[in-house]
């Protein structure tokens, strides 16, 4: 047994020394590689140009003892840049850029992405490092409003014209959504092919020399339409045209009324037409430091009319207004097909100016690593930024550096959500149950108020249930409707003083579907049951 127990103890120690020598293996074969654990101070120069007055801080990784480069400030502009020894040859054999970044406080809107710079003689200094200066490749996470996207951009020299343009990756990996440390890869293969990894995952493939994977494409058209040529003046690219026979009918009235008064409509029993709906305060009182020079003649605040509580209105009455079925509108001549439709026009191809060949990319070599970025929050940190030319380089570190911390996050992140969980969900029922509650009153459904009220209580007792009520609920107020719709009755109109009538009225808005002075005049027609409501003067 104890022979046993010396040779696990020999296991252990070779294995734990291989472990160390394969990192240390790993560091040798890495062209760049910073873990932050130092300062960056020194090493990193932070730009003095007066827009980036973002502060950088060396900060651990929240919950571990794991540092690295934090932003600190929301609505900011950060620059930082760090100079290689030598520069990287991208031409070469393959090359991985990976790196770690952490948005702590949840995606927000914030760009996390690297600059590679080209070498300096390209024009640009270290201290004054910032959106202008020009870089080789740009990679990593971009959220904001629309933007989701995990950029990469190849900055390209076009060998006819000169110019550098931009190609972007088409449909790029979307970034993760929560708190935790990512590892974002990207492989630059010899024959041409481009890999996106997020945690080791591949999430995007891609040929550089293919036009379908990057915009504009890296190699240009053969043929591109002729800029000089102009659509002819006779050119009628019209699918269809108004009906030039078309007359319009002579029973069209186009100034007839969209609505008319209801002349069925009749002012419901009890109406009081000599009272108010609101009356002054009676037991209001002028307070003794009001001065009506200086305040104005004291008026005592309106209170509801008792008298109309139990009547069905109060005031005026007034038919209300219905669509009127005379009502057509402005008359347009049907449309009909284009006699002299020609097609749609389009200049001609003519070759290329700027066409060329290439076998594989032109890459300006990387000479430095910047961050540049205008963030709308803070709490994103930087960490392991990586340069190899190796994969397995790139797999090792993703390996001792990014899977532990991710791993006990995880985990954390699982714990956090099984606790709220339950209060989630707790939370959601009442929601439910206040909605449910709001529906039981509405006036179409009061028939079946009670039925309603009674499915809430049974779940209120067991929440189990919730899902089962809402779909019974559901079943009643679809039975209501249809019955409202294909009775064939008129529903009688009732004038019905509520205080949630009138709240609810002055909510609602248009559909989009009709005009929105015609929406309003049928909802005041659904809440009053034809009768338009009263309006209510409020406290000023």
């Not at 008064?261 to 009001?290: R, Y």
């Not at 990387?366 to 797999?395: C, P, R, S, Y």
Request: aromatic fraction near 10%; hydrophobic fraction near 35%.
């Amino acid at each position: 047994m104890i022979m046993m127990g010396h040779f696990a103890l020999l296991v252990f120690l070779a294995f734990a020394s291989m472990q160390l020598l394969c990192i240390a293996a790993d560091h040798d074969a890495a062209i760049f590689y910073d873990s932050f654990e130092e300062p960056f101070n020194g090493r990193w120069i932070v730009s003095d140009k007066d827009d980036y007055k973002g502060i950088w801080e060396h900060s651990k990784s929240e919950g571990h003892d794991d540092y690295g480069l934090l932003v600190t400030e929301k609505a900011r502009k950060y620059a930082i840049v760090k100079e290689l020894e030598e520069p990287v040859n991208l031409r070469d054999g393959t090359t991985v850029l990976q790196y770690e970044a952490r948005f702590q406080n949840g995606l927000e809107c914030g760009g996390a992405y690297l600059k590679y710079l080209r070498p300096q003689e390209a024009g640009w200094k270290p201290k004054e490092f910032d959106n202008g200066s020009p870089y080789s490749i740009m990679f990593g996470p971009d959220i904001c409003g629309l933007t989701n996207k995990v950029h990469f951009i190849l900055k390209q020299k076009n060998p006819k014209s000169g110019e550098y343009v931009e190609h972007h990756l088409i449909d790029p990996p979307r970034v993760p959504s929560d708190k935790l440390s990512h590892v974002y890869t990207a492989i630059l293969k010899p024959d041409n092919e481009i890999s996106i990894l997020i945690d080791g995952e591949v999430k995007k493939k891609g040929n550089f020399l293919s036009a379908q994977d990057f915009d504009p494409p890296i190699i240009p058209a053969k043929t591109i339409p002729d800029p000089n040529e102009k659509k002819p003046e006779d050119w009628d690219d019209r699918v269809r045209i108004p009906d030039p026979n078309a007359v319009k009918p002579d029973d069209w009235d186009e100034n007839a009324p969209m609505e008319i008064e209801d002349m069925e409509a009749v002012k419901p029993e009890g109406w009081l037409d000599d009272e108010s709906e609101e009356i002054d305060d009676p037991e209001a009182t002028k307070s003794e430091d009001w001065d009506d020079e200086e305040d104005g003649v004291w008026e005592a605040p309106k209170i509801d009319n008792p008298k109309c509580q139990t009547a069905s209105g109060c005031g005026e009455w007034k038919r209300p207004m219905k669509r009127n079925p005379a009502f057509k509108g402005i008359w347009n001549p049907p449309l009909v097909d284009n006699p002299n439709y020609k097609g749609i026009w389009k200049p001609r191809d003519i070759p290329n100016p700027n066409y060329f060949e290439l076998d594989k990319p032109y890459f300006d070599p990387i000479a430095a690593i910047g961050i540049e970025i205008w963030t709308m929050q803070e709490g994103i940190l930087f960490d392991n930024i990586l340069i190899a030319k190796d994969e397995n380089v790139a797999e090792s570190y993703r390996d001792t550096t990014w899977k532990p911390k991710f791993v006990v996050e995880k985990e954390k992140q699982k714990a956090e959500e099984e606790a709220a969980g339950s209060d989630d969900l707790g939370g959601f029922q009442k929601t439910v149950f206040d909605v449910l509650y709001k529906f039981a009153d509405i006036p179409f459904l009061s028939k079946y108020k009670l039925q309603i009220l009674d499915f809430i209580e049974k779940a209120e007792k067991q929440p189990n249930l919730t899902i089962g009520v809402l779909v019974s609920i559901v079943v009643v107020i679809l039975t209501a409707i249809f019955m409202l719709i294909f009775s064939g009755k008129k529903q009688p109109r009732v004038e019905k003083k509520t205080e949630v009538a009138a709240d609810t009225s002055n909510d609602q808005g248009s559909s989009g579907e009709k005009p929105a002075e015609e929406e309003k005049e049928e909802e005041k027609e659904n809440e009053t049951g034809g009768a338009a409501p009263r309006q209510r003067r409020r406290d000023t």
